[in-house]
Structure formats: C-alpha cells, structure tokens
Antibody, heavy 128, light 107 residues
C-alpha cells in the first residue's frame, strides 16, 4: 500500500520560506510512471494545485505561484519537497502531497491523470 | 485557467436516497474529469477518474458520467459513510483546477 507521509513546520513567519517534505513508501519515485504533486486547501475549503515533479526532475508549476515556488526530488531518500518563498497570510492553508497516476484509454489513445494517493495534510499558518 | 463550477453547494439527503452532484467546466475538457470525496480532517479520496471509471475499492453505488463541459456523480443508495464533501477536478490542462465542492448533509 502506497503511503505518503508529510513533515515540516506548521508555523511560518511572513516573508519567510515555507518548506515541506513528503516521504514515499511502497512506491518508487526514481522511475517513471508517476508525477509527484503538491496541492493546498484554503480554510474556506477551496483546493489549489501547486505543481508537480517527475522522476527526471522536470517540474510543472501553477503560474500563479511559479515565481516563489520550488519543487525538488531526493530519490535516495524517497522524498520530494516543496519550498514556497516570500509567504503571506494568503498562503495559510492545509498542504497535501499526492501521487499523480494516470489511466491510458486504449480505444481513445488518451492518458487521463488523477491524484490517487495523498499525504495526511499539514496545516501551515503564516503569522508573526 | 479552466474554471470548474459545482452545484449545488450543499445538499441534504437521507440514507437510501439517490443523489446527484453536478460539475460544469468553463470549456470543453473531453472526459478529463475526476471526482473526490473528503471527510472532515482527512485528505480527499479518489472516487472516479476519466469521468466514469470507478477507482479500485470504491463501492459500486458510486458512478460518474458526462463529457465536454457537463458531468455528474451519482450515489445510487446513500449510506451513512457517504456524508462528506465532494469535489470535481479537471486534468485536461495545467494548472489543474478543482470545483468548490458540494457538501452532502444528513436530512
């Protein structure tokens, strides 16, 4: 059973960098087949996709966060990480890591991504 | 970005009822649509992918349909454990986007 375990501080000061790590069990992050993603959920419940990384190191970021965002991979530790700089109160949210799996439709010749495993979530509050 | 709009925002129903959730995309997304269930204090759980495919381990009372801009999630006979919030999500293009959710409450 794939498990994603998050770690990192729950309180970050304004203008500082938010850093979270996701440790992956029972799945390889050093071979292809999956992307590894971060998603956040605001206190009002809205969900926002932050970005993802492939085993090759290729990254895809939400343009709304791109200038402040770094997602990285440490295959030796089976971890991927999120760094979000210059945070403000608007970055207060529950942050989730998730695996991006996909379904290949052999009749339509299309690949359909989805988030199939999620971490437990980390509430990050930005406050002085 | 593709906007996802869910209706209604909340829904009251009883155990045994048939319920339908709706999700509309701001542009055609073919069938690149996923549904998730979220219970308080927990991460979202995948129910349906590619509009109509049931995720492994999800009860068969859940079903999804639709294409292009209109989608539905149906629970054929509500069980007590189904009371939760349901989200749709498009994976047609990045940035992936979610609907605002429909909260299913006990009548």
């Amino acid at each position: 059973q794939v498990q994603l375990q998050q770690s990192g501080p729950g309180l970050v000061k304004p203008s500082q960098t938010l850093s979270l790590t996701c440790s992956v069990s029972d799945a390889s992050i050093s071979s292809g087949g999956y992307y590894w993603s971060w998603i956040r959920q605001y206190p009002g419940k809205g969900l926002e996709w932050i970005g993802y990384i492939y085993y090759s190191g290729s990254t895809y970021y939400n343009p709304s966060l791109k200038s402040r965002l770094t997602i990285s991979l440490d295959t030796s530790k089976k971890q991927f990480s999120l760094k979000l700089g210059s945070v403000t109160a608007a970055d207060t949210a529950i942050y989730y890591c998730a695996r991006v799996n996909d379904y290949y439709d052999t009749t339509a010749y299309r690949t359909y991504p989805f988030f199939d495993y999620w971490g437990q979530g980390t509430l990050v509050t930005v406050s002085s | 970005d593709i906007q996802m709009t869910q209706s209604p925002s909340s829904l009251s129903a009883s155990v045994g009822d048939r319920v339908t959730f709706r999700c509309r995309a701001s542009q055609s997304i073919s069938n690149y649509l996923n549904w998730y269930q979220q219970k308080p204090g927990k991460a979202p759980k995948l129910l349906i992918y590619a509009a109509s495919n049931l995720q492994s381990g999800v009860p068969s009372r859940f079903s999804g349909s639709g294409s292009a801009t209109g989608f539905t999630l149906t629970i054929s006979s509500l069980q007590p454990e189904d009371f939760a919030t349901y989200y749709c999500q498009q994976s047609y293009s990045t940035p992936y986007t979610f609907g605002q959710g429909t909260k299913l409450e006990i009548k």
